[in-house]
C-alpha cells in the first residue's frame, strides 16, 4: 500500500555528487523509515542510509560523504551524494519501513561514477 518512485540518478565523474529522491505514495502514515540501499553487479545489496526519527545510520563506506534526510511534508527521502567514487556505481533502491517492520520497494535507479 506504498509506492516508491526513485529520481536522480544518472551518470557523473569521480569527486562529483548527486542527489536522490525518494517520493512515496499510498499509505505513508505507515512509514516509520525510509532508507536507500544500492546494489553493484556480482555484489550483495547493502544498507546504505536510513532515517528514522531524526536519526541516521550510515553504511562505514558513505559516511561523511552521504547524507540522507526527509521532508515528511513532500513525503519524500533524499541522499545527497558527495565526493562520489567508482565503487558507488549500483543501483540505489529506496526502501520504506511499515508498521510491523513490513518494507516496500522503489524500482532501483542507476547511479553510475566514472573514473
Known amino acids: 500500500q506504498v509506492q516508491l518512485v526513485e529520481s536522480g540518478g544518472g551518470l557523473v565523474q569521480a569527486g562529483g555528487s548527486l542527489r536522490l529522491s525518494c517520493a512515496a505514495s499510498g499509505r505513508i502514515d505507515s512509514i516509520s523509515a525510509m532508507g536507500w540501499y544500492r546494489q553493484a553487479p556480482g555484489k550483495q545489496r547493502e544498507l546504505v542510509a536510513l532515517i528514522s526519527g531524526g536519526n541516521t545510520d550510515y553504511a562505514d563506506s558513505v559516511k561523511g560523504r552521504f547524507s540522507i534526510s526527509r521532508d515528511n511534508a513532500k513525503n519524500t527521502a533524499y541522499l545527497q551524494m558527495n565526493s562520489l567514487k567508482p565503487e558507488d556505481t549500483a543501483v540505489y533502491f529506496c526502501?520504506?519501513?511499515?508498521?510491523?517492520?513490513?518494507?516496500?520497494w522503489g524500482q532501483g535507479i542507476q547511479v553510475t561514477v566514472s573514473s
Open positions: 526502501v520504506a519501513v511499515l508498521s510491523h517492520y513490513a518494507t516496500s
